[in-house]
């Protein structure tokens, strides 16, 4: 299994730019979650999904979109990017809910300009 | 005022030694309590879950929860420098819900 992937690693921006921060996984997970990291300010969640078609805000959603339609795939989409934004971004997964183990991709060290 | 608090560090210590990680926390809704180590440039892997208080061991590392002083602990035993990295503790109210609440993290360095 290739686990949860990433793409792409490395990404600049200038602002108000759009693009899409792809993420995929093969251990066919119902529950996914895309957090961003900041130096010093831990993980905080973007927006999650519980199965196909479900998607629900985290704790700083603004500026960001998901869609869900497969099992598999969880794109987050940045509109407008803006320097606030510049950030490491993680995709994660798992089979159950939180009290399952999340497995986490490589990152996405987004730079806005 | 952080929710959950955590020294960045970094922490220093020679081989074999002990290692004591800790996080503060305000919110006592939390029950569900996590530590996870995160390389450099990798992302985060899950060491330690534990629910409500007490300790839980699992090989070199132990984790530690006080709820009454909404304190919580990861000790790391005969440190080696494989154990080098950011440790992250995290929180959750129920299992049911989806948000976790992540400290900081503390940047570790085990020195052969």
């Known amino acids: 299994n290739a686990g949860v992937t990433q793409t792409p690693k490395f990404r600049i921006l200038k602002i108000g730019q759009s693009m899409t921060l792809q993420c995929a996984q093969d251990m066919n997970h119902n529950y996914m979650y895309w957090y961003r990291q900041d130096p010093g300010m831990g993980l905080k969640l973007i927006y999650y999904?519980?199965?196909?078609?479900?998607?629900d805000k985290g704790e700083v959603p603004n500026g960001y979109n998901v869609s869900r339609s497969t099992t598999e795939d969880f794109p987050l989409r940045l509109e407008l990017a803006a320097p606030s934004q510049t950030s490491v971004y993680f995709c994660?997964?798992?089979?159950?809910?939180?009290?399952?183990?999340?497995?986490f991709g490589p990152g996405t060290r987004l730079t806005v300009l | 005022q952080k929710e959950v608090e955590q020294d960045p560090g970094p922490l220093s210590v020679p081989e074999g030694a002990i290692v004591s990680l800790n996080c503060t926390y305000s919110?006592?809704?939390?029950?569900?309590f996590m530590w996870y180590r995160q390389y450099s440039r990798k992302g985060p892997e899950l060491l330690m879950y534990?629910?409500?208080?007490g300790n839980k061991e699992d090989g070199r590392f132990t984790a530690q929860v006080d709820k009454s002083s909404k304190y919580i602990s990861l000790f790391i035993r005969d440190s080696q420098p494989s154990d080098s990295a950011t440790y992250l503790c995290a929180m959750s109210v129920n299992n049911a819900g989806n948000m976790l609440t992540f400290g900081g993290g503390t940047r570790l360095m085990v020195k052969p």
């Open positions: 534990t629910y409500s208080s």
């Open positions: 999904s519980v199965g196909a078609g479900i998607t």
């Open positions: 919110n006592s809704a939390f029950q569900y």
């Open positions: 994660a997964s798992s089979y159950y809910g939180i009290q399952d183990t999340q497995y």
